[in-house]
Nanobody, 114 residues
Framework: VQLQASGGGLVQPGGSLRLSCVAS????????MGWFRQDPGNQRVLVAA???????TYADSVKGRFTISRDTAKNTVYLQMNSLKPEDTAVYYC?????????WGRGTQVTVSS
């Protein structure tokens, strides 16, 4: 599975961005998809995930501000990010899990700064 992430950029604190991740094949056959993020000097950490059944998981730091969703017709998963904070600055990576395999997309930079 190839994943193409987009939508990052520079935004002021309190602003919003929407990330998109387009898969090269039907996401109906993928067990789960999600977003991780990584800032310099730290490990990649889970931000949000959505299962094939539609169940969602969020990191405590983004609950109430971020929303993960998917459009199976477009093979796309979205991450709507609202009320962004400087600490949300990181490279965001899309991932897909299918059985025992994990696929990563290239990262997209999100910078929250005034």
């Amino acid at each position: 599975v190839q994943l193409q992430a987009s939508g990052g950029g520079l935004v002021q604190p309190g602003g919003s961005l929407r990330l998109s991740c387009v898969a090269s094949e039907s996401i109906s056959s993928i067990n789960a998809m999600g977003w991780f993020r990584q800032d310099p000097g730290n490990q990649r950490v889970l931000v949000a995930a959505i299962s094939e059944g539609g169940s969602t998981t969020y990191a405590d730091s983004v609950k109430g501000r971020f929303t993960i969703s998917r459009d199976t017709a477009k093979n796309t998963v979205y991450l709507q990010m609202n009320s962004l904070k400087p600490e949300d600055t990181a490279v965001y990576y899309c991932l897909a899990d299918r059985l025992t395999q994990r696929f990563w997309g290239r990262g997209t930079q999100v910078t929250v700064s005034s």
